[in-house]
């Protein structure tokens, strides 16, 4: 059975802003190398009319990691992570898709984003960001313990990646 994933988080920054950092190459290879983990890498980034898409790839210690999981991937994890977004018709209002495996290890990880503007009474431009998502692991008797580890890893990668962006924004005001 998969768990879900649910990220919630909103911004001091329009939607737009926080979406071009989003999709630029530039934020992106800042964000690896700082939280990215070992053998962090962009892999491929395409601009497209509407939007961008790109993958990467996240590396995580195996001494970082707790026992049970050391035990089904039997040493560092490599997870490649694939993006894409899109910039909707409606004014400030992006959506995307993200999807990410672990090599060597029958799990998945897939998920819709949004990122749009909030109207706020004081007139200041504040956005709002959500991923909701779900994690697979495909394994006898631990996939639900895997699952839930997941899942708190990937909560806890959404809310650094969340600070970096606030980081990053701030010191290009």
């Keep these: 059975m998969a768990r879900r994933i649910e990220h919630r ?3 001091e920054w329009p ?4 979406y071009e950092a989003l999709i630029d190459i530039d934020y992106l290879t800042d964000r690896l190398a700082e939280i990215g983990g070992s053998h962090a890498a962009l892999l491929q980034h395409v601009a497209t009319d509407d939007g961008a898409r790109f993958q990467m790839r996240h590396g995580v210690q195996a001494d970082s990691l707790p ?3 050391r035990t089904v991937v039997g040493g ?4 490649d992570r694939s993006e894409s977004w899109r910039q909707e018709e ?3 209002h992006y959506t995307g898709e993200i999807a990410a495996e672990i090599a060597g290890a029958p799990c998945s990880i897939t998920g819709s ?4 503007d909030l109207a706020e009474p004081s007139g200041s ?3 709002e960001f959500v991923v909701s998502g779900s994690v697979r692991v495909n394994v006898p008797f631990l996939g639900g313990k895997l699952e839930d580890l997941i899942v708190d890893q990937v909560q806890k ?3 650094d990646e969340e600070r970096f962006t606030t980081d990053w924004l701030a010191r290009r005001e």
């Design 113 to 116: 984003m949004w990122l749009r």
């Design 157 to 159: 990668l959404l809310a």
């Design 9 to 11: 988080s909103t911004s």
């Design 90 to 92: 409606e004014d400030c």
């Design 15 to 18: 939607a737009a802003r926080v």
């Design 76 to 79: 560092d994890l490599t997870i």
């Design 67 to 69: 026992s049970m999981a």
């Design 125 to 127: 431009a504040v956005s």
